[in-house]
């Protein structure tokens, strides 16, 4: 079955970076997109960008920008989340989740799924 | 950038019928998908497209859109439908995708 599995929660100083991984199985890695989404605690989903398919490409939310870089290896079918410059407020749940799409009658729609367990990323000094 | 709008908390009360709405601009040119929370879980789809459902979600569930709203609706809700409910899009002007702020569904 589809599955993404993600590494285990970080604890990180203020300052630090964290890399956080996401394997793939069970589909075509080289077929989709994946997205990175994040939520602090007792917040909503935020999402941060994604990587396309070959990983030569990213697009990142304007909030992250500078800080957050994504990356693959399509050796290992694993995706990778680094951020860089950490403070208290990123302190929150890290998710990739994998890019579907479609497009009927002219209209696209697009869905995640399915997402990782998620990682617990924590800013504290 | 776009914007999409919840209502942060709605209730049921059991076996009946509620639906929980996101409204956007960005709506009125791509679909929503929406994905279901409960506490410590990952994000679940529930709904996806014009009205599509993955395999092993309810038939309860349902979706629709009108203009600048997209709409979840369940029919008969569960205890077991307690959940925070999030919709998503694209935003319409980057390529760049959006959640609203989740609402909070009680089921009395």
Same mark, same amino acid.
């Given at each position: 079955q589809v599955q993404l599995v993600q590494s285990g929660a970080e604890v990180k100083k203020p300052g630090a970076s964290v890399k956080v991984s996401c394997k793939s199985s069970g589909? @075509?890695?080289?077929s989709h997109y994946m997205h990175w989404v994040r939520q602090a605690p007792g917040q909503g989903l935020e999402w941060m960008g994604l990587i396309n398919p070959s990983g030569g490409t990213t697009t990142y939310a304007q909030k992250m920008q500078g800080r957050v870089t994504m990356t693959r290896d399509m050796s290992t079918s694993t995706d990778y989340l680094e951020l860089s410059s950490?403070? @208290?407020?990123?302190t929150a749940v890290y998710y990739c989740a994998r890019d579907n799409s479609f497009t009927i009658n002219g209209v696209s729609g697009w869905w995640f799924d399915p997402w990782g367990q998620g990682t617990l990323v924590t800013v504290s000094s | 950038s776009s914007e999409l709008t919840q209502d942060p908390t709605v209730s049921v009360a059991l076996g009946q019928t509620v639906r929980i709405t996101c409204q956007g601009d960005s709506l009125r040119s791509f679909y929503a998908s929406w994905y279901q929370q409960k506490p410590g879980q990952a994000p679940l789809l529930v709904i996806y497209g014009k009205n599509n459902r993955p395999?092993?979600?309810?038939?309860r569930f349902s979706g629709s859109s009108s203009g600048n709203t997209a709409s979840l609706t369940i029919t008969g809700?569960?205890?077991?439908?307690e959940a925070d409910y999030y919709c998503n899009s694209r935003d319409s002007s980057v390529y760049h995708w959006v959640f609203g702020g989740g609402t909070k569904l009680t089921v009395l």
């Open positions: 589909y @075509s890695f080289t950490l403070r @208290s407020e990123d | 395999s092993g979600i309810p038939d809700a569960q205890a077991e439908d």
